[in-house]
């Protein structure tokens, strides 16, 4: 059971629902495993890196998928049923299967993923197009004339 109830906040806003339903849904996932343990760093003004720890798994193990601002990866080992397997003593290095999810924010869009000495490494940019940055809007007179605002003139 959670501390508190998002309803209020449903009823006053328009156009969050997406945001209200993530802060639902974080607090449904509480239980959720820590396999395997991951990064997430800024690299520059708009690009970010998630890093995944993921021994033992090949890039062919591996799948990332985007969709509808998701990114998902997911680890399988492949099991060859020919080699033959050592007897283990003790398996401390987990081979288990995974998924893990991030959401990702608008106009974040996924550049590259490289695996290196066990880690998964997943680029990311974040890229507002032209027609969504802010621009200035000049004041125009009603014949469409633009008028300029210049607080130093004097009154005639």
């Known amino acids: 059971m959670r501390g508190f109830d998002l309803t209020p906040l449903y009823r006053s ?4 629902d997406r945001m209200f339903s993530l802060l639902d849904g974080s607090f449904e996932g509480q239980g959720q495993t820590t396999y395997p343990p991951y990064n997430i760093e800024r690299t520059g003004e708009d690009a970010y890196r998630i890093t995944v720890a993921v021994a033992g798994f090949t890039d062919k193990e591996l799948n990332i998928e985007v969709k509808e601002n998701a ?11 020919q080699e033959d397997k050592p007897e283990l003593l003790y398996q401390g290095i987990a081979a288990r299967a995974f998924e893990r999810r991030f959401q990702l924010a608008d106009h974040v869009e996924v550049t590259g993923a490289s695996v290196e000495n066990g880690l998964l490494h997943v680029d990311l940019v974040r890229r507002i197009p032209e027609a969504k940055k802010p621009r200035q809007i000049p ?5 469409g004339e633009a008028k300029v605002i210049d607080a130093t003139a004097k009154a005639a």
Request: hydrophobic content about 35%.
């Open 71 to 81: 990114l998902t990866i997911r680890g399988e080992k492949t099991v060859n049923e």
């Open 13 to 16: 806003t328009v156009g969050f």
């Open 139 to 143: 004041i125009g007179k009603a014949n």
